[in-house]
């Protein structure tokens, strides 16, 4: 058994998985408040590396990126949510349609402007550290950072903040939120629209590691969904732990196995969850 790959594999894991707790959470909120099924939230992860490559493109700073790019995810979110998730929003079967025809236009229009061809964001910090018997790549760190920082500053919005109490007080029920005085449709923009930033955040900082692709969200909105069930519908720390935990097991497996093994594994995972404890594996969690 190499030791040193095992290690390598888990802590790819674990960095990846904080990049998809990232993401989940925004997949997690959309679908907590809005009660819509997001099959374009893969999308707007895709759309996040994108956006970085173009700033990247025109300013040569991978950081302005990281500061433009959530904003910009945030004004799209805000547009999408008026357009295409209102007049849909009280038909949830309707989602899955729209927001697939939603996610065949991002990826056609990235296609059409940037092409098929998958393109490379190379590292701002390059260089190794040593991290138990290995060198380890000092950016895969500094993502795991910025995901971590991002994931604190989101709970510490909605726990501390009037407008995340605002969103709290919609998802346990949004028609004594309304009679209390609560702007209930400002809340549903303003989460689609967070929800969006999320995932584009996720996308700035996951590129250096990953390709800039226009297909690059059909492989992370399965993981982002499995994260979410396994942590229990509507769970938020729950889904950070879930997709941490489900990263790290793929991690391992694949230093056994291969990438497709490991997959298998996260899906049986799920399925187990599903039928032995339907309400998610950290109910006991915090929402």
């Known amino acids: 058994m190499d030791w040193n ?25 959309i679908f907590g408040l809005l009660d819509i099924i997001n099959v374009a939230h893969g999308d707007f992860f895709m759309v996040g590396t994108v956006l970085a490559f173009g700033v990247l493109q025109t300013t040569g700073n991978f950081w302005l990126a990281l500061l433009i790019v959530p ?39 990235v296609r059409a402007t940037y092409g098929a061809a998958p393109r490379r964001i190379l590292p701002p910090i390059e260089g190794t550290f040593p991290l138990l018997n290995i060198e380890y790549d000092i950016y895969r760190l500094v993502a ?16 501390r903040t009037k407008f995340g109490t605002w969103m709290r007080a919609v998802r346990h029920d949004s028609e004594a939120a309304l009679i209390m ?3 209930t449709e400002r809340v549903y923009l303003m989460t689609f629209a967070i929800g969006f930033a999320l995932a584009a955040l996720g ?8 390709t800039v692709d226009f ?19 509507g769970n938020l720390p729950g889904t950070a732990a879930a997709a941490v935990l ?13 990438p497709t093994m490991a997959r298998i594994t996260s899906l049986c995972l799920m399925s187990a969850v599903l039928l032995l404890r339907p309400q998610g594996l950290f109910t006991g969690l915090a929402k």
Request: glycine letters at 10%; one cysteine or more; proline letters at 3%.
């Open 5 to 29: 790959l095992m290690i390598a594999l888990a802590a790819n894991g674990i960095v990846w998985g904080l990049i998809i707790a990232l993401i989940a959470l925004g997949l997690s909120i």
């Open 71 to 109: 904003i910009l995810g945030f004004v799209l979110g805000a547009v999408i949510e008026q357009i295409v998730i209102k007049p849909i929003r009280n038909a949830a079967a309707l989602s899955i349609v729209a927001t697939f025809g939603l996610s065949i236009i991002l990826q056609e229009s």
């Open 144 to 159: 795991a950072f910025l995901s971590i920082l991002a994931i604190s500053g989101f709970f510490l919005f909605l726990h």
């Open 181 to 183: 005085g609560i702007p």
């Open 203 to 210: 996308g700035v900082v996951a590129a250096p590691i990953t």
């Open 215 to 233: 297909r690059s969200g059909i492989d992370i909105l399965p993981f982002c969904f499995m994260a979410v069930i396994i942590g229990g519908l």
């Open 246 to 258: 489900l990263s790290f097991v793929e991690g391992v497996v694949a230093s056994f196995t291969d």
